[in-house]
């Protein structure tokens, strides 16, 4: 009886999750399948074959996929250092992590552009050792490179957490077993951190893949993704019908890489970060 | 001790890559120059004409107004929401949890759109649309942060309150809530770190008239920052670092606290022998 | 007597400024079913863990084999842990669990699978090993981790309370198959818990410890008849242990009362423990004993009843298979052979220790 009354409580979400999560998802596949006129059709999905459309989801992916790769690279070894360090509190690195965002998100992607350019900290560094000035930004790498920045938070966060999850005796018996630092990184502690490592490669990969604003004042204009051609249909070109199509293309491919993603994730501990 | 000395390299090497252009923006916040690449002295007079600039100031009111209702209405509608998704049967969980993480693992910009759309079919864009849009995407975090304490806690201290007499409203003041206290502090605290950072959905819900702080920034980027934004910015910066700080320590203290009564707890079950 | 496998000697541990172990000696020998026995906080896991290789010693060494190990990574001794929470590995099947100690010696696949089929069915769980860690009882968990640990053949086993997360029919049950296990691998196990019962059903020897300090080594029958001390004696069982004076050579005072007793040397006028066992007290008629008093409670235990009967300011403790009633009026007597005399404690710990009970 209490259990019944308490499950209304979720009420008012479930009224938000159907009108504000669901119907907006409704409206974007209603643009996505018709025309102006109001009409079927499949043309806005059929128009990534676009060649313009198709290169610009193919740098997407080439650079989500670099980006999801150096974080994960970045993260792990990160996350083991981290969990060997006694914190009194665990959301003290969590803290560590979260800051940076009160730092408006734009005005750090701005001092990275100050800081990479020509004639920037990096480059002068760079000069003052020898290597001379390398032409960083503007490029594919500036653009990954804003990413990595953006998003490593969301790779450390679930490794952390799952890492930080382990029990102390599961490590302590594979050592009484014979196994040495290396044997347990490899049998013990990465296969029981794989449901962080996924949900890690989710919370990166997608925003990478989708996004526009760091391509825009990272890639000077130059890196075309799918996230600015979509932005561009709406807020320029004005064709809300093929930006739909476009988007609910890019939605495919989200879901895509999740369900591949789940196959590797048997405790289905999917999305569980914080 | 070679191994250490690595790790520390290693962490210092991240944290300056975290933290990096965050050092560039406070010192560009006391720089006498307007130009972003010399140093013309120190001044705190961008600090003073911040508070004065009528735009800067719009957004920023705009900014914070959007952010402590997003805050407070997610917390509020997310809490509730948390406590009945744990009184569910495991199908019915699942269903809601599959629809609470459609904001969180879907792209911005289709989120964005999705909800532009909708919007533009009932109504004009603006401030309203704007919060809906930044409730939406922040109850999930404060879902996700609540339903492990409730899970922690479990049922059976709420229902032995009601077995002793309790009405549910007390039942709940006197027990539920301060074993979920901390999730939904830290779920407060994570929508209002959202809410602040976010642009891409501010962008597509927000219409002609209203900016926020990142959207005003992404319109004056390409005429150039007025060095006022990186003053406000430091101080709001300056301010959570303190406020988050203050809450590590107390928290740290409580901690402590608890430690010590465990270890004295830990004496008294030796005095039997 | 077979020989001596491990030597403790010296060790010292203390973690910042709480001294776990002080200059602890301790040998075991080659097939011994050994005890660390003492109540939390004792010492007892720290020195299975320095055994273990988990904890170095601040000083001292571990002698095994005649060989010094005391800076030996774990994964490098000829011993094999139980661990207390089972810790089995959770993303692996029970094949695999058991497995894992015989892949990274590199075993081959058919001696590694008969290893898997003889150790199960050594613990009973013949045919288990598809299943997932997560579709077993806390029992069954158990023996796996004994299993996963004893196909490596160590020479050694360690077990660190490995039944304390058991019910009792479980463990009583788990007891007579260790003691099985250990006849049949004729292996020396060293097993650590706070279960006095535990100890005293299965051990060739037990070490009874407090607070670092090793109280007592002895069989299970030396401890339990022949505490050397209060401690010892109030932790092996329910115990009355009362104040008293040595009057002279086999006569002692207790409680306003000189009886007689069997212990001789301790002196003229001395102050002692005097130690005697509930299912020792006879209940007499009033004028028979040499005490009389009032009986307080009557509680029945299945065995026996359990009694307390307040006589001259002390409440005695007595096991009786006969039913008395509350407030009944009876007399106490002791046999002079089961009234054991024991020295005060004389240095500081064991006084803490002292006042504590």
Known sequence: MYRLKRQFLAGPYLLWVAGFILLPLAFILYYAFTTDGGGFTLSQITAIADPVHVKSLLLSLKLGFFCTVVCLLLAYPLCLILSRFHFRHQSFVVFLFILPMWMNFMLRILAWRLLLSNSGLINSLFELVGIGRVKMLNTQLSVVFGMVYDFLPFMVLPIYNSMARINKDVVEAAKDLGANSLTVLVKIVIPLTLSGIISGIIMVFVPALTSFVISDLLGGGKVLLIGNVIEQEFMQGMNWHLGSGLSVVLMVFVIASMALLNIFDKDGGGAAVW | ?273 | MSKKLINFVNITKAFGDNVVLDDLNLYIRENEFITLLGPSGCGKTTTLRILGGFETPDRGQVIFDGKDITALPPNERNLNTVFQKYALFPHMSIAENIAFGLKIKKKSKEYIDDKIRYALKLVNLDGFERRSVDSLSGGQQQRIAIARAIVNEPKVLLLDEPLGALDLKLRQDMQYELIRLKNELGITFVYVTHDQEEALTMSDTIVVMNQGYIQQIGTPEMIYNEPVNAFVADFIGDSNIIDGVMVKDRVVSILGTKIPCVDEGFGCNRPVDVVIRPEDVEIVKPEDGFMEGDITSVIFKGVHYEIEILANGFEWLVHTTQLYTVGAHVGIYVIPFNIQIMNKPESEDEEAVETDL
């Open chain 2, 1 to 273: 001790m070679v191994k250490k000395a690595v790790q520390r390299v290693y962490l210092a090497v991240i944290f300056l890559f975290l933290y990096l252009p965050i050092l560039v923006l406070i010192v560009l916040s006391f720089n006498n120059s307007k130009s972003r690449v010399i140093w013309g002295g120190f001044t705190l007079k961008w600090y003073a004409s911040c508070f004065t600039d009528e735009t800067i100031m719009s957004a920023f009111t705009t900014t914070l107004k959007i952010t402590v209702a997003a805050a407070v209405l997610s917390t509020l509608i997310g809490t509730l929401a948390a406590i009945g998704i744990h009184a569910m049967k495991k199908r019915n969980k699942a269903i809601m949890l599959g629809a609470t993480n459609i904001p969180l693992l879907n792209a911005d910009i289709v989120t964005g759109i999705s909800m532009m759309l909708l919007f533009v079919r009932f109504t004009n864009l603006g401030f309203v649309t704007v919060l809906i849009a930044h409730i939406t995407f922040n109850i999930p975090y404060v879902i996700l942060n609540v339903l492990p304490k409730l899970s922690e806690a479990g049922r059976s201290t709420y229902e032995a309150a009601l077995d002793l007499g309790a009405s549910p409203l007390y039942a709940f003041y006197k027990i539920t809530w301060p074993e979920i206290r901390s999730g939904v502090f830290s779920g407060f605290l994570m929508a209002v770190t959202m809410s602040l950072d976010d642009f891409s959905i501010t962008f597509f819900t927000k219409g002609a008239g209203v900016n926020t702080l990142s959207t005003m920034l992404y319109t004056e980027l390409r005429k150039g920052i007025r060095p006022e934004l990186y003053a406000l910015s430091t101080i709001l910066f300056l301010l959570a670092f303190c406020l988050l700080l203050v809450m590590n320590v107390h928290s740290d203290r409580t901690a402590v606290a608890a430690k010590r009564q465990d270890a004295h707890r830990h004496t008294e079950m030796r005095k039997p022998c």
